[in-house]
């Protein structure tokens, strides 16, 4: 009794005549084989969940070494463009400077390109005896981040590339508000510039032949020696005259030495006068500009021998010869 109820008696049947197979296991047997299948099953279970969250790992870490690989790519390309824009925002700043000397303004200093890399210093040491520390270092950043040496690098890597581009972009934005002020300072020049050389007498306001030069001469009216205050131009009574810059009809009148005569101001210091004319086609206050009609040669006034045309230049003041004021 005591025997049947520490054993299991398996029976096997091999057929209607062959007599049936007993196996007597122990039950304490048949307990430790059920606890070790349990277990080998377990540890199977276990082997095979590592496998699969393995294989995931992987799997993931395969796409994002893909995006990285994108992001590493986007981002040089992205740098490229960028130091391509410092480039050409160094050649704009040297042609401002170039701009600033050429209209008369102090020119700025050129801030060159940016370095991209922040301030660096402090003590060093031989390479040699950090090579532990640094591998031990390097072991614990990947048990902390759990990302392979090959996936930490590419983030390093980019990351560098951003603050790079990051430098970059704030060096262009300072850059850009500098620049687009010193364009505005050179605008201004150049409109001033502008309409100082349209005011600046340059044409023939007449066609002919120079009569009489700028300077001393013998008087034809007294036979003394005197100052010749402009250049004479012979033409035909009625030829048209022309305003030779802009400006401003200061006078408009008759003198009984120049005859009928105008003065204009074209500002910057520069007057300019026309004797003896036939007829007068502005009045005091008119604005003309360079090639407009504003009067007839002629002969009026008693220092006047023939039709010619009597033109007068004076910068501050004083006379100058009106020849150096002709470039046509």
Same mark, same amino acid.
């Given at each position: 009794?005591?025997?049947?109820?520490e054993?299991?008696?398996?029976i096997?049947?091999?057929?209607?005549?062959a007599?049936?197979w007993?196996?007597?296991?122990?039950?304490?047997?048949?307990?430790?084989g059920?606890?070790?299948g349990?277990?080998l099953?377990?540890?199977?279970g276990?082997?095979?969940?590592?496998?699969?969250?393995?294989?995931?790992q992987l799997? =993931?870490l395969?796409?994002?070494?893909? $995006?990285?690989t994108? !992001?590493?790519a986007? #981002?040089?390309?992205f740098? /490229? *463009?960028?130091?391509?824009?410092?480039?050409?925002?160094l050649?704009?700043?040297?042609l401002?400077r170039k701009?600033?000397t050429?209209?008369?303004l102090?020119?700025?200093?050129?801030?060159g390109?940016p370095s991209?890399?922040a301030?660096?210093?402090g003590?060093?040491l031989p390479?040699e005896g950090?090579?532990?520390e640094?591998?031990f270092?390097?072991?614990?950043s990947? =048990?902390k981040?759990g990302l392979?040496? $090959?996936?930490?690098? !590419?983030?390093s890597? #980019?990351?560098?590339?951003? /603050? *790079?581009?990051?430098?970059?972009?704030?060096?262009?934005?300072?850059q850009?508000?500098?620049?687009s002020?010193?364009?505005?300072?050179l605008?201004?020049?150049?409109?001033?510039?502008?309409?100082q050389?349209?005011?600046?007498?340059?044409?023939?306001?007449?066609?002919?032949?120079?009569t009489?030069?700028f300077?001393?001469?013998?008087s034809?009216?007294?036979?003394?020696?005197?100052?010749?205050?402009?250049?004479d131009?012979?033409?035909?009574a009625?030829t048209?005259?022309?305003?030779?810059a802009?400006g401003?009809?200061?006078?408009?009148a008759?003198?009984?030495r120049?005859?009928?005569?105008?003065?204009i101001d074209?500002?910057?210091?520069i007057?300019?006068?026309?004797?003896?004319?036939?007829?007068?086609?502005v009045?005091?206050?008119?604005?003309?500009?360079?090639?407009?009609l504003?009067g007839?040669?002629?002969?009026t006034?008693?220092f006047?021998?023939?039709?010619?045309?009597?033109y007068q230049?004076a910068v501050?003041?004083?006379?100058v010869?009106?020849i150096h004021y002709?470039?046509?």
């Amino acid at each position: 009794m005591k025997e049947s109820e520490e054993t299991l008696t398996v029976i096997i049947f091999r057929g209607a005549r062959a007599n049936p197979w007993r196996l007597k296991i122990r039950k304490s047997i048949m307990k430790h084989g059920l606890i070790f299948g349990l277990a080998l099953l377990l540890i199977q279970g276990g082997i095979i969940t590592h496998y699969v969250y393995q294989w995931n790992q992987l799997s =993931e870490l395969g796409e994002i070494k893909q $995006e990285l690989t994108t !992001s590493r790519a986007r #981002t040089s390309n992205f740098s /490229t *463009e960028v130091d391509g824009m410092k480039k050409r925002m160094l050649v704009l700043e040297t042609l401002n400077r170039k701009l600033q000397t050429m209209f008369g303004l102090e020119a700025d200093e050129i801030q060159g390109l940016p370095s991209g890399l922040a301030g660096q210093g402090g003590e060093e040491l031989p390479y040699e005896g950090l090579q532990e520390e640094t591998s031990f270092e390097a072991g614990l950043s990947i =048990e902390k981040t759990g990302l392979v040496p $090959e996936v930490s690098k !590419s983030i390093s890597i #980019t990351d560098r590339k951003i /603050t *790079e581009i990051k430098a970059g972009l704030e060096w262009l934005g300072q850059q850009t508000e500098l620049e687009s002020q010193i364009l505005k300072d050179l605008s201004a020049a150049a409109q001033e510039k502008a309409d100082q050389w349209a005011s600046t007498p340059s044409i023939w306001p007449v066609r002919g032949a120079l009569t009489s030069k700028f300077g001393p001469r013998v008087s034809p009216f007294t036979g003394k020696r005197a100052l010749h205050a402009g250049i004479d131009i012979g033409s035909p009574a009625g030829t048209e005259i022309r305003s030779p810059a802009s400006g401003k009809v200061v006078v408009a009148a008759y003198d009984g030495r120049m005859g009928k005569f105008i003065r204009i101001d074209h500002g910057y210091g520069i007057e300019t006068t026309y004797g003896h004319l036939s007829k007068i086609h502005v009045k005091y206050g008119d604005k003309v500009h360079r090639g407009d009609l504003i009067g007839l040669v002629g002969s009026t006034g008693k220092f006047s021998t023939g039709p010619h045309l009597h033109y007068q230049v004076a910068v501050n003041d004083t006379v100058v010869d009106p020849i150096h004021y002709i470039l046509d």
